[in-house]
Each structure stands twice: as C-alpha cells, then as structure tokens.
C-alpha cells in the first residue's frame, strides 16, 4: 500500500528560518519570545493555540525520544564500551547527537540519573509506576504485550492502600522538585480503562474493595447497590474512576513536588475514543499524554477531541514506524513498517506536520533510541525484534531518519507561524 506524505519542503509558501540552534535558549525554547516566568515548565493557552513555557518564559515545544537509555544486553555493552568508553561518556555524546538533530528532550524509560549528571542535559520527563508497583505488591498483575495486566481489566484504584503507596513512591520526587531540566511526570503506562468497568468491578470478589466502591457507587446512584444498569451508569462509572485514580496520583505527586507538570497515565487503544476518561482525569492534568498508533496522519478531530474533553493540551508521548531495511525480523510491536529508513523519516514528518498544525500538541516523543536486540529475551513480547531506534543495538546511527527528523524538528517554531497564519487567512 501506499500512503501519502507530506513533507516540509512540501508546503506552498513555506520558508524555512535561519538554523534554529542561534534562536533558542538552554532548555530549547524560542528565545526571541517570552512571557512570564517562574524558574518550571508551565502550560498557557494563547488565542486558540496550547504551548508549554520553559523556566525562562520562552514557548516551548517538546521533542523527545522515548528510552533514552544505554543497552544492557551483551552486544550493547560491548558496543558502547568500544564507541564511548564509559556510561558518562555515552550519556554526553547522545545528548549532543540529540541536539545536534533538532530534540530537546527524552521520554518515559530513559536514565534520568545520567541526563541529569550531564554537563548539558535535556528536558526530561519521568515515569512513576504508581499503579503497576502497586500491582507488583498487591499481586495478580502480570505481563501483557507492552503494558502491565490487571485482574479483570480492574485496577487497584479502590484498594485503600492504594493511595498511601502513592504517596510512598512519591516522597522521592523532592530529590527533584527543584530541578529547571524537569519537565514533568507520566502516573503510569497504558493502563485499562474499559468501557465496562463497572461490570467488572461489580464480578470481583465479594470482599474485594473494587467490588465494595462499585456497590456503594451504584447504592449512591440508583438507591441500590444491585440496581440494573445501563450504558449512561457505565459511562459515569468511567468518568469517575479515571477521576479517582488522577486524583490520587496528582495529590501524591504534587505534595512532594509542587513545582512540575503532570501528563497522567499514557492512554492508548480503545480509551482515546471514550470521552469518559478524558474528562474524569482533565482536572488533574497539566496535559493529555497520548500513546497514537494505527495512524499514519494525526487525526485533526481526534487531537481536537482529546483537548475538547481533557480542558487540556496533548503531548503524544509514544509513535513510530519500522524499516524493512534495519535487518531485523519486526514482528513485534505497534508501529507502522516501511520499506527504507529515509521511507522512516517521511513518516516522521507527514506526523509531526499533523500535529503542529492541531494547535493542541505540545510535544511529541519518538518511540524510540535503541533498536530491540533480538538476543534479549528478558523483555516483554512487543519489544523483542524490532527497528524502532534511531540508533541500532550498537549505537550506529539512522542517517536517512535523522537527517528528516534534524529538517523538521529545526523548523518546529516556524511551522508553528506558518500553521497559524495559514489558518487566519481562511477564517
């Protein structure tokens, strides 16, 4: 099949701006713009259009790749202790590659503890796990193809130590509250949300406290905690446990860490269709963090419906495509697969027009540095074979790719002013 993509020198009037690097500040920010600042990240809707400001008061878009990391398997090691000689090193030399190509910044997964010790870091997000490490105490979680399972699809969002676990795991953050370089925090990773929740809760066990909270919800709704229900109850059960487990994690957060953003849980699947979900975790977000597959253009009205129900902007926190030229079988996994890596890097353009021309995108996060190696059977099944890095197992370089994301993430804040005023000349 063949699909269409549109690419930066593809744009009727576009010019593109002098080399970005001499217009932006530390954190990568538009230097040359600024509003207030207060030392943090912080999100501001401006006409119709959402931006991250950076400590200096600067709009601020963020790039990113997701797992910044080093690799652990036998070639990684071998690999990285041939081209870089120690762990600091490497950590140096990728964030400069990272700069060098227009990102800012990395995703969930990446070593925070090297980005942060870095002469020159990047803007970095972390990922807390709240509701996963609560599984792995409580137990009855297992492994599912990129994402932690739960019993019944119901999650321990009712468990009553579920929230002073929350507040536990977060006593760390103070480690980095005051840390400019933060830009904020995912609760966990693609956790589920079905549509039917409250049916499962209420198929739990009769002492379990999700099936408790379900009961006492229904008692509270309909006057009876054995009450038939319908698609509206289903509905407003959603809405409501999304609700409480932001809460939750946003009070723990913020308690120990006031000062950065919070991106909630990472939804994907089938919840990016439930308006439901959006609504009960807006109030505690600072933005939407969107796992967006299945795509090979940004949906306008998805984007403008995730904002519209959230009140928040989105940040697209996980997207790729595969290259049927990397060597690599690529069976496993979300994310397109084409023929090239340059095939590789008009996908990554075609995306990121799409969502810098939404008005709600804040940021987006490449999925991901490092290639899977085939030999590590230690990961789960979705992250076994496949070329998903913009580096391969030993840390060799996709030019083609990286020269198209360089193109793009250069012309970020132009794309920006060409976007909006294309949009003012049609109204």
Not at 132 to 160: C, E, L
Not at 323 to 346: F, K, S
Request: contains cysteine.
């Amino acid at each position: 099949s063949f699909y269409p993509a549109r690419t930066v020198h593809q744009l009727p009037g576009f010019t593109p701006a002098a080399p970005v690097p001499s217009r932006l500040n530390k954190y990568g920010g538009l230097a040359s713009q600024k509003t207030t600042a207060t030392g943090f990240f912080y999100v501001i809707k401006t006409g119709d259009r959402w931006w991250l400001v950076d400590p200096e008061g600067c709009p601020f878009l963020h790039m990113a790749v997701v797992a910044v990391s080093h690799g652990k398997t036998r070639a990684n090691r071998d690999a990285l202790q041939q081209k870089f000689g120690t762990e600091e090193k490497w950590a140096e030399a990728t964030l400069q590659m990272l700069r060098d190509h227009g990102f800012n910044g990395s995703g969930a997964w990446s070593d925070t503890e090297l980005i942060r010790k870095s002469p020159a870091p990047v803007v970095y997000t972390v990922l807390l796990d709240f509701m996963s490490g609560y599984g792995g105490r409580h137990g009855g979680t297992y492994q599912k193809p990129g994402q932690t399972g739960y019993p019944n699809d119901a999650i321990f969002v009712f468990d009553p130590k579920f929230e002073a676990y929350c507040d536990e795991r977060a006593r760390e953050l103070v480690k980095m509250k005051d840390d400019p370089f933060l830009l904020g925090y995912f609760s966990d990773n693609e956790m589920p949300f079905p549509f039917d929740a409250l049916d499962r809760y209420l198929q739990l066990e009769k002492d379990d406290p999700g099936r408790a909270a379900a009961e006492q919800w229904l008692l509270k709704q309909k006057g009876a905690a054995n009450s038939t229900i319908n698609s509206k109850d289903r509905q407003d059960f959603v809405e409501y446990m999304a609700g409480r487990y932001f809460e939750i994690s946003s009070k723990a957060i913020k308690k120990y860490d006031p000062n950065h953003l919070f991106f909630g849980s990472r939804f994907h699947g089938r919840d990016l269709q439930d308006q439901n979900i959006f609504k009960g975790a807006g109030p505690y977000l600072d933005a939407v963090a969107v796992n967006y597959y299945n795509e090979w253009t940004p949906q306008p009205w998805a984007l403008k419906n995730w904002a519209k129900w959230s009140g928040k902007p989105v940040i697209i926190t996980e997207w790729y495509v595969k290259g049927a030229d990397a060597g690599l079988p690529n069976t496993g996994g979300a994310g397109w697969i084409v023929r090239t890596q340059a095939d590789r890097g008009l996908f990554y353009q075609n995306f990121t027009l799409g969502l810098l021309q939404s008005k709600v995108c804040v940021g987006w996060h490449w999925f991901k540095y490092m290639d899977n190696d085939p030999s590590d059977m230690t990961t789960d099944p979705s992250n076994r074979d496949s070329n998903k890095g913009i580096v391969t197992i030993r840390y060799d370089e996709y030019k083609p790719l990286l020269g198209a994301m360089k193109e793009l993430n250069e012309q970020a804040y132009s794309l920006v002013d060409y976007f909006d005023k294309s949009s003012s000349s049609q109204k």
